[in-house]
């Protein structure tokens, strides 16, 4: 709600209505591998390719159908659930093989798109202006407060539990009744889904491009550090973790893309080896802070009572 | 017909190059879980050595293949030190590993774009092309493929005809039981890692060749395609890599004869069909429980 309610004042604090509706796209995005990585331990290396197939879907049907923004939104999310059934079963491997594997298959789905030409591969999508801009940003707001309210359902429900259960061991949660397969499915579909919605909103901000965009790998790898800087498994980690990070690649990745490229990949290093959990495991319980923040920070040191010994 | 042929020989000869691009990455994931997605960009920092070579010092680019190896050795074992320790104690070394090489490849591609810039580089042909049944062929596609020959060889002996390979192979094949017997699993995957980054290093030079010339992104596809190649090839089996890379080798020029607007999907679809249809390899031995 707080969230919501930030970015519902988002245009009185700054006013850059394109820079907010695209902070609101990263946020969906970061969130849609929140519930598949955080979740379930599975890293979606191409997750764009979601992205890209609700662009496509949602631009297909507003060029072939004249359908009005909204269906075009739904459409978009359909044809991202679409593809997240047809690739499901790369749900069958695990660790580096299935990121690999879904990197392959976003990037086989891109040249399928550049090189058809129902598709509009080599001259290039062009869309009718659907939405005004702050009709569009309003309802990007909308969609990342639904979201919001989908991933606190994922954290706090039995469907959740089971999420972490089969995280942690898939063998015993098997054994302890859940269905892991299905289980697993239905958090990639919803995340497939929440990616669709965001290339939909991505489309109807930008209504001219080639293939090239909606397919970059680097949405990937940002959306993935996003969610990790801010912290996996929690809600509002990826929306912070976005909010600081597309801010910095607003403020030097378009004037010297090199450099932060470079802070980027040692921020990359750094988090991956000191701070696994992001930043909000740096307020969270105990157990969970690293330990090099724990010797760092004294926490309330229990007074040292030393047992009294009678003389 | 003469197209046919003329792709099937130009396929070997990549597919042998490709092979020895693959072998570093291959001995990185098999012994220690480790998932370089840098190994491209290694490449391609070899790549830009041999360019430094030509433009400064004016000798022969092939000379940066034994030269990139001390400096290879010296990075490598840094690189080790700050990174794995800490990534083998991760939850999940696999994924995390997987972040982090992707970390250090962003770092790799950035000092190379501030030092090198976006343009493409190139190093000069070697010699007249090379006839070979009658079609010619280029002379640095030719040198290449007949460097990565012995470059495969020499990372057979390593693995199989010295203590140190024994070792390794006994550590990919078991960890816990290779302590058991007595194996020095820290000293053994130290130098894995840092032999497998000299392979990444001293193939740029061949790369800059072969690929036609670098540029600072040239690193992410290469990374991909040597992944590609050692899965089909099996994980963990070094030797199933330079058949992954011939096999590879002949589909792409297969498919840039044919079907050229494809060629760049050649990759992806041969990794997806490997991974859904036979996970553990045309050569693995035991399944990996994919």
Known sequence: MIVAAVLGAGPTLYNNLAFLTTLAIYILLAQGVNIVYGFTGYLPFGFVGFFGAGIYGSSLAIVYWHVGGYTAIGLGALTSVVAAVVLSPLLRLSGAYFALATLAASQALYFIVANESWTFGESGMSLPLIFSPTALYVVAVVAVTVTLIVVFYVRDSHFGLSLRAIRSDAVSAAMAGVNVVRTRTIAWLVSAAIAGVAGALWALMTSAFYAETPFDLTISVYAIVFALFGGVRTVVGPVVGTVVLYSLYQYIGISNPQYFELIYGLLIVVLVLFLPGGLSSLVGGRGDRPAWWNRLVRHRAAPESAPEVAP | MRLFEYALVSGVLYGLFYG???????????????????????????????????????????????????????????????????????????????????????????????????????????????????????????????????????????????????????????????????????????????????????????????????????????????????????????????????????????????????????????????????????????????
């Open chain 2, 20 to 290: 020895f691009i693959g072998v570093g990455l291959n001995l990185l994931f098999g012994v220690m879980r480790l998932v370089n997605l840098a190994h491209g960009d290694l490449v391609v920092w070899g790549g830009y050595l041999a360019y430094s070579l030509t433009t400064s010092a004016h000798v022969n680019a092939l000379w940066a293949i034994p030269l990139s190896i001390p400096f290879s050795l010296v990075g490598g074992l840094i690189l080790y030190l700050i990174t794995v320790p800490r990534l083998r104690r991760a939850e999940d070394t696999e994924t995390s590993s997987l972040i982090l090489f992707f970390g250090v490849s962003q770092v790799l591609v950035a000092l190379a774009t501030m030092k090198y810039g976006t343009n493409q580089v190139t190093l000069p042909e070697l010699g007249n092309p090379v006839m070979i049944f009658g079609q010619p062929y280029a002379a640095s596609l030719v040198a290449s493929a007949s460097l990565a020959v012995p470059a495969l060889a020499l990372f057979y002996f390593y693995l199989y005809r010295t203590r140190l390979g024994l070792a390794t192979r006994a550590v990919m094949a078991n960890e816990e039981e290779a302590i058991a017997s007595g194996v020095r699993v820290r000293r053994v995957a130290t130098s894995a890692f840092v032999i497998g980054i000299a392979f990444a290093a001293a193939a740029g030079p061949l790369a800059t060749f072969m690929l036609g010339g670098i540029n600072p992104t040239t690193g992410g596809g290469l990374t991909i395609t040597a992944f590609t190649i050692i899965i089909i090839g099996s994980l963990g089996n070094p030797m199933g890599t330079a058949a992954g890379g011939i096999l590879y080798g002949l589909a792409s020029s297969l498919t840039q004869a044919y079907a050229a607007p494809w060629t760049g999907m050649v990759p992806y679809a041969l990794l997806l069909a490997v991974v859904l249809l036979r996970p553990s390899g045309l050569f693995g031995r035991r399944v990996r429980i994919a």
